[in-house]
C-alpha cells in the first residue's frame, strides 16, 4: 500500500470526482465488435503513461479518467512465497528500486531459453517486497513521481483498494514459474474464489489448455495473446504467425485473442498503414473476441494519424468494416474519449462555435507550410480560418511563407541562390536567404520544405510530402480561400513590416491592401478578413477598413497585463493572440498554475486566440496526456479561449464535433485538467527548480511608432543565381546596414544538413 499523500493528491489531477463521471452517451450506434457492445478500454498497469506501472496511484487514475467499465489490467509474477503480485516485468529492476535496496541479489535464469541478468520476483518474499518502490520503467517518461514511494501491490491487495470494475490477469510466464516450481495454475486457480476476475490472458498454450476446463462454467474468459509474429510459442514450439492460421484451434481453450495492433493494422517500413488484414472478420467468424494492444500516446506510430493518437483508436473501433472488442492502453484516457466522444460521427456533422480553429501556414504538420497542398489539406480538415504569413519578393508580390527567411522552409540551400546568404540583424540573428533577394519567378523553382519542430526527437512530419506542393502568392492564396465555402475567414500576418519598408523600398501593408480589394475581399461577400501582427502601427494602417477584424499578436510570455495597456491594445485592435503558457506558465513541462489573462481580455471586449498547438506529444506538457485534444478541451472548457492556431486543423476540427461537450455534464474524460495539480504529486526532492514569473505586458511594448515612409527601389529583375541583390539603403540615401554576403561553402554545407 501507498502513502496516504499521494492518493489524496491524485484526487487533485482531474476537476471532476468519479462520482461524476458519466456513462457512454454512445449507446445507440452500432458497433461492429462480436457482441455488438461498445469496445472496453483495457488500463495497462493503469494509467502507466504518466505514473509507475502496477502503482495505487496509476490504477486510480485509470478509474478517474475512463470508461465507468474500465478494465485494469495486472501483470501478475509470482513471489518466493508463492504471493501474487502485480508487476509489468518479471525483472523486478526494470520498474522499481529493488536493486538498490537488495544490490546482492541480482541473479540469472533463462526464460524461454534466454539468459537474463537481473533481480527476479522468485528470489523474495513478500515480506522482502515490502520495502521496495516501484518507479518509472520506461525512460522516456517522467520519472518525478517515484519519490512517492509507491509499493508493490499483490492482486487481492490491488482489488481490495480499488474496487475495479474489471479485472483481467495477465500471465506472461507461467512455463518459467514452473520450472522454479511455483505454481500460477494454482494461484490463479486461488485468487479467482476471493476476487472476481474477468479476463485472464496468456501467451502460453499450455496454461490456458491447462486452466480452461476449470473456467468453462464461470463468466471468466480466458484470452491467448498473440507475441510478435516470428517469436515461437514455448510450449507447442510454434511460431505466433503460423498460430494465427489456426483460430478453430485457439477457440478450444480461449474465448478471445489479445494482438498486437500490427497484426490488425500493418505499417510498411516508413511507418504508414498498408491494408488493414482480415484478422478481426476471421476471429469473430470463429467466435472469438479481438483486443488490440500497444496502444500508447508517446510513442511513435503511424504518419497517416498525424500524431493525434485519437485518431488512432478510431482507426480500430470506427472504420466502417470491423471493430475491435477493446484496447490495451498506457493512457486509458484517450480511448475512452474515441469511444464516446467521437465514434461514429458522421464527416457532416456540425461541431460547436468554439473555438475557432485557425489554420498555422495551413495544415502544416502534414505538408510544407504555406503550400497549395497545405492550405487544401487545411480547408478538407475543418479549418475555419486560412492563415497567410505574408512576405514580400524582390519585384513586389506579396506571397504567403513561414518567415522572410527561405532557408526555414524551402530548398534555397541547396540552390543556385545558395550563395545569397546574407545577415540582417534587424530579421534574426544568424544568417539566411531572403524572400526580397529574390523574384517571385526566382522563388517558384525552389521546393518547399516541410517543418520538422521537433526533430531532435526523431520525430518527423509526413514524410512521403516533405517537398510536395507549390508556394503560393498571396493573391493565389485568397483564391484557394473563396473557393471554399467552409471557410469563414483569412488571416493575413503581416511581420517584419518596417524592415521590408526601409531595406526593400516596399510597402507591405498597400501590397495586401491592394491585393485584397482585386481578390473581392472588400465587397463583403469573401471571407472574413483578419489582420494580424505584432506591430500596432501595422494594425492601424487598416483602421479604416470597418469590416476587417485586426489581431495583435504578443510573441513573447507574459503573466498579465494591466489596465492601461488593455486600453492601448483596444485603440488599434479587435482581438488577441497570445501563447499556451501566457495561460498556463510550466516548469519543466508541467503546468504550475492558471493565469487569469484570458478572462481579464475578454472582459474588455477582446477574443483570445492562443497559439501554438501541434499533435507531437513533446510539445505538451505531462498535465495534458500526451494528447493533443486533453490540450485541447483544457483551454477551450477550462481556460475559455475563443480560437486555437494550429498546425493539425483536423484534430481541432474533430474536438468541436464531439458528442460529450453537447450534454449538460461532461465525462470525466473529456474535462479539463486541474493546472498545477500534477506538480503537487511531485515530492519535494524531485520538484524542479522554481522559475522566475513572466513580465508583464507594458504599454511600452506595445504602442510602436509609426512607419517610416517608403523609398521606392528600383524594378526588380531575376537574379538568375549569379549575383546578390544591392545593399538596402535608409531614406538619406546612405547605407544603413551592412549585409555580408558569405559564400562559405561550411556554412552553407551546416545549412543543407540540418534541412536533410
Known amino acids: 500500500m501507498c502513502k496516504l499523500r499521494p492518493l489524496i493528491l491524485l484526487f487533485l489531477l482531474y476537476s471532476v470526482a468519479l462520482v461524476s463521471a458519466q456513462g457512454s452517451t454512445n449507446r445507440t450506434s452500432s458497433w461492429q465488435t462480436f457482441s455488438g457492445n461498445a469496445p472496453l478500454v483495457i488500463a495497462h498497469g493503469g494509467f502507466s503513461g504518466l505514473f509507475p506501472d502496477s502503482s495505487s496511484v496509476a490504477y486510480n487514475l485509470a478509474l478517474i479518467t475512463s470508461l465507468p467499465n474500465v478494465v485494469l489490467w495486472c501483470d501478475v509474477q509470482l513471489t518466493k512465497d508463492g504471493a501474487g503480485i502485480c508487476f509489468p516485468d518479471i525483472k523486478l529492476d526494470n520498474a522499481s528500486d529493488v536493486a538498490t535496496v537488495f544490490d546482492s541479489k541480482k541473479n540469472k535464469y533463462l526464460v524461454n531459453g534466454k539468459s537474463l541478468d537481473g533481480w527476479f520476483s522468485i528470489d523474495f518474499t513478500l515480506t522482502d517486497l515490502a520495502n521496495v518502490s516501484l518507479s518509472q520503467g520506461v525512460y522516456s517518461r517522467s520519472g518525478r513521481f517515484d ?116 497484426y490488425i493494422w500493418p505499417v510498411d517500413e516508413l511507418s504508414y498503414l498498408l491494408p488493414h488484414t482480415s484478422v478481426v472478420q476471421d476471429a469473430h467468424k470463429e467466435g472469438l473476441e479481438v483486443f488490440a494492444s500497444e496502444f500508447a500516446n508517446d510513442i511513435p506510430f503511424s504518419y497517416n494519424y498525424s500524431y493525434d493518437p485519437k485518431a488512432e483508436v478510431l482507426n480500430f473501433i470506427d472504420n466502417g468494416d470491423f471493430s475491435v472488442d477493446g484496447v490495451l492502453t498506457d493512457f486509458p484516457i484517450t480511448p475512452s474519449a474515441a469511444i464516446d466522444c467521437f465514434a461514429h460521427i458522421g464527416k457532416t456533422a456540425k461541431g ?53 527567411n527561405l532557408i526555414d522552409s524551402t530548398n534555397v540551400a541547396q540552390s543556385s541562390f545558395s550563395n545569397l546568404t546574407t545577415r540582417i540583424p534587424d530579421i534574426q540573428k544568424g544568417n539566411g536567404i531572403f524572400t526580397f533577394n529574390l523574384t517571385w519567378n526566382d522563388i517558384q523553382t525552389l521546393k518547399p520544405a516541410i517543418s520538422n519542430p521537433y526533430a531532435n526527437f526523431r520525430l518527423f512530419r509526413n514524410p512521403y510530402a516533405k517537398n510536395a506542393g507549390n508556394l503560393v ?103 488577441i493572440v497570445i501563447n499556451k503558457e501566457s495561460i498556463y506558465p510550466e516548469n519543466n513541462a508541467y503546468i504550475v498554475r492558471a493565469t487569469d489573462i484570458v478572462s481579464r481580455l475578454q472582459s474588455n471586449g477582446l477574443p483570445v486566440y492562443v497559439e501554438l498547438f501541434n499533435n507531437e506529444f513533446v510539445s505538451q506538457a505531462w498535465d495534458f496526456f500526451s494528447d493533443a485534444t486533453v490540450e485541447i478541451n483544457s483551454f477551450v472548457m477550462g481556460a475559455g479561449i475563443d480560437g486555437v492556431i494550429t498546425s493539425f486543423p483536423k484534430t481541432a476540427a474533430s474536438y468541436k464535433k464531439n458528442r460529450c461537450l453537447k450534454g449538460k455534464d461532461s465525462p470525466a474524460y473529456m474535462s479539463p485538467v486541474e493546472p498545477g495539480s500534477l506538480m503537487q504529486v511531485i515530492t519535494r526532492d524531485d520538484m524542479p527548480p522554481a522559475l522566475a514569473p513572466y513580465p508583464l505586458l507594458k504599454e511600452s511594448d506595445v504602442v510602436q511608432p509609426p512607419l517610416p515612409e517608403v523609398t521606392p527601389s528600383p524594378p526588380a529583375s531575376s537574379t538568375s543565381g549569379g549575383s546578390a541583390a544591392p545593399s538596402p539603403t535608409a531614406p538619406s540615401g546612405q547605407p544603413k546596414i551592412a549585409i555580408c554576403i558569405f559564400l562559405s561553402v561550411l556554412a552553407v554545407s551546416l545549412v543543407t544538413i540540418l534541412l536533410l
Not at 500471465?171 to 479467482?192: C, E, G, P
Not at 472476481?196 to 489448455?209: G, K, M, R, T, W
Not at 493565389?476 to 524592415?499: D, R
Request: aromatic content about 8%; glycine content about 6%.
Open 147 to 262: 519519490g512517492n514511494l509507491f509499493l508493490i501491490l499483490t492482486v487481492q491487495e490491488m482489488v481490495k483498494q480499488l474496487s475495479p470494475p474489471g479485472l483481467w490477469l495477465n500471465i506472461q510466464h507461467d512455463a518459467f514459474y514452473t520450472q522454479h516450481k511455483l505454481s500460477m495454475r494454482n494461484f490463479v486457480l486461488s485468487v479467482s474464489k476471493s476476487v472476481i476476475v474477468n479476463y485472464i490472458s496468456s501467451p502460453e498454450v499450455a496454461f490456458l489448455s491447462g486452466v480452461a476446463p476449470r473456467f468453462k462454467a464461470t463468466k471468466t474468459k480466458l484470452i491467448f495473446r498473440f507475441l510478435e509474429k516470428d517469436v515461437t510459442e514455448p510450449t507447442m514450439n510454434k511460431t505466433y504467425g503460423s498460430l494465427l492460421n489456426n483460430l478453430t484451434f485457439i477457440k478450444t481453450f480461449a474465448s478471445g485473442i489479445l494482438v498486437p495492433k500490427g
Open 473 to 575: 502568392s498571396l493573391s493565389e492564396f485568397l483564391g484557394i480561400a473563396k473557393e471554399a465555402n467552409s471557410l469563414s475567414g483569412v488571416l493575413i500576418s503581416i511581420e517584419s513590416h518596417a524592415v521590408f519598408l526601409v531595406k526593400v523600398g516596399l510597402s507591405v501593408t498597400d501590397a495586401v491592401v491592394d491585393v485584397l480589394s482585386k481578390a473581392g475581399y472588400d465587397n463583403g461577400t469573401a471571407p472574413k478578413v483578419m489582420i494580424r501582427s505584432t506591430d500596432s502601427a501595422v494594425l492601424k494602417e487598416f483602421k479604416d477598413k470597418k469590416n476587417y477584424e485586426l489581431v495583435y499578436h504578443v510573441d513573447e510570455t507574459i503573466r498579465d497585463a494591466p489596465d492601461a495597456t488593455i486600453e492601448d491594445i483596444k485603440a488599434f485592435a479587435n482581438s
Open 352 to 404: 460547436q462555435a468554439k473555438p475557432l480553429v485557425i489554420s498555422n501556414n495551413g495544415a502544416s504538420g502534414d505538408y510544407p507550410s504555406c503550400t497549395n497542398l497545405a492550405y487544401t489539406q487545411a480547408i478538407s480538415d475543418g479549418a475555419d480560418v486560412l492563415d497567410c504569413n505574408v512576405q514580400m519578393t524582390k519585384d513586389g508580390i506579396p506571397i504567403c511563407l513561414t518567415s522572410a
